[in-house]
């Protein structure tokens, strides 16, 4: 089982990423898909959970400027992620879990995470 996390990168505050994360290996039609991020020093945090029927919930400190949405058919989650602020810099990871849950530790798989930069 795999999930395979891209589309980080650099961008200034104020603009746009798109996250994507395939998986591979199981279909997770029925689990929770989620995002988490660690910046530097810090632990890991929760963004953003999508479950199987399509209800979300997001962080306080990114409501009304993430969106995250799931594609079944491609066994897919998607982060968009707009107005960014440099304090959104973080390694971004997304995981996959039985229930729609905020806690870590109830994923279970996890993938390898990608870098979002945003300079001020």
């Known amino acids: 089982v795999q999930l395979q996390a891209s589309g980080g990168g650099l961008v200034q505050a104020g603009g746009s990423l798109r996250l994507s994360c395939a998986a591979s290996?199981?279909?997770?039609?029925?689990?929770?898909l989620g995002w988490f991020r660690q910046a530097p020093g810090k632990e890991r945090e929760f963004v953003a959970v999508i479950g199987r029927s399509g209800a979300r919930t997001y962080a306080d400190s990114v409501k009304g400027r993430f969106t995250i949405s799931r594609d079944n058919a491609k066994n897919s989650v998607y982060l968009q992620m707009n107005s960014l602020k440099p304090d959104d810099t973080a390694v971004y990871y997304c995981?996959?879990?039985?229930?729609?849950?905020?806690?870590?530790?109830?994923?279970?798989?996890w993938g390898q995470g990608t870098q979002v930069t945003v300079s001020s």
């Open positions: 995981a996959a879990g039985p229930i729609l849950t905020m806690r870590k530790d109830a994923y279970t798989y």
């Open positions: 290996g199981r279909t997770f039609i029925s689990y929770g």
